[in-house]
């Protein structure tokens, strides 16, 4: 009876001790990788990246909220390095905005005119801006339509909006700012150089067609818009701060 008393004990022993464990591994508390979140940017970091697109100079505080400047772009262009830009720059500290007007863009006759628009904290807006002045009558303008190597690029129909009239001791002028749609930019990066463009202003009157010298200005000003759009939205669009 001892005998088979002791079997039994060192059995229930023998298989205490071939119970299974569980490895290492799986005792461990488990291990989180928690991903560093970097900070959203901020006007500081959006201004930063504004300053590495151009050079300002010139300031001049009108006392109005108000500030004129001139701007000088270094932009990525030929093989021999830089292709410089410049425009004339305006900030509205009330409307909390700033303005680019490439070249020199005169109200003196009927044109096609472009400038950008920059709201702080945001990426830029391309403009357009067809007038009109009529020595001899109103034309009562409705539509804009750019014509490059004969095919229509581009074309904006506004018979439905208020265009702004106004008369002079010369003549009268008519006057539209519209924004330029991701359509409308990609129409217009068909003109270069040697494209040869046609500009028409229409309106129940009957139609202008700009002259050589000012669709000459309007090839090269919109040319300088579009890289002047492309390097901000490139420096900016990674630098908004949330609103």
């Known amino acids: ?25 799986a005792l461990a508390a488990p291990v989180i990788a928690i991903a560093a979140v970097a900070p959203p940017p901020t006007m500081a970091d ?37 292709t410089h830009l410049v425009a004339f720059g305006k900030r509205d500290a009330f409307r909390k905005l700033r303005f680019y007007t490439p070249g020199i863009q005169l109200e003196a006759t009927t044109s096609l005119e472009t400038y950008l628009s920059l709201k702080d904290g945001g990426t830029p807006i391309l403009f357009l801006k067809p007038y ?49 749609t991701p359509a409308d930019i990609e129409g217009l990066r068909k003109i270069h150089p ?19 010298m000012m ?11 579009l890289k002047i759009y492309d390097a901000m939205t490139a420096s900016l669009s990674s630098h908004i701060p949330p609103s």
């Open 46 to 82: 959006w201004t930063s990246a504004l300053s590495t697109v151009y050079k300002e100079s010139d300031r001049k505080d009108e006392h109005d909220g108000v500030t004129n400047f001139f701007c000088v772009f270094g932009l990525p262009g030929s093989e021999k390095g830089a």
């Open 215 to 225: 669709t000459s200005q309007f090839r090269a000003n919109i040319q300088d818009s």
């Open 132 to 180: 009109y002045f009529g020595p001899d009558g109103w034309l009562f303008m409705q539509h804009v339509a750019v014509m490059a190597d004969g095919d229509v690029i581009f074309e904006r129909d506004f018979k439905d909006a208020r265009v702004d009239h106004d008369q002079l001791p010369g003549g009268v002028t008519e006057r539209y700012n519209f924004i330029a």
């Open 194 to 212: 040697d494209t040869k463009l046609v500009i028409r202003l229409s309106g129940k009157k009957g139609y202008v067609t700009v002259d050589k």
């Open 1 to 25: 009876m001892k005998l088979m008393f002791a079997a039994a004990l060192t059995a229930l022993a023998l298989g205490a001790c071939s119970k299974p464990t569980a490895p290492a591994s």
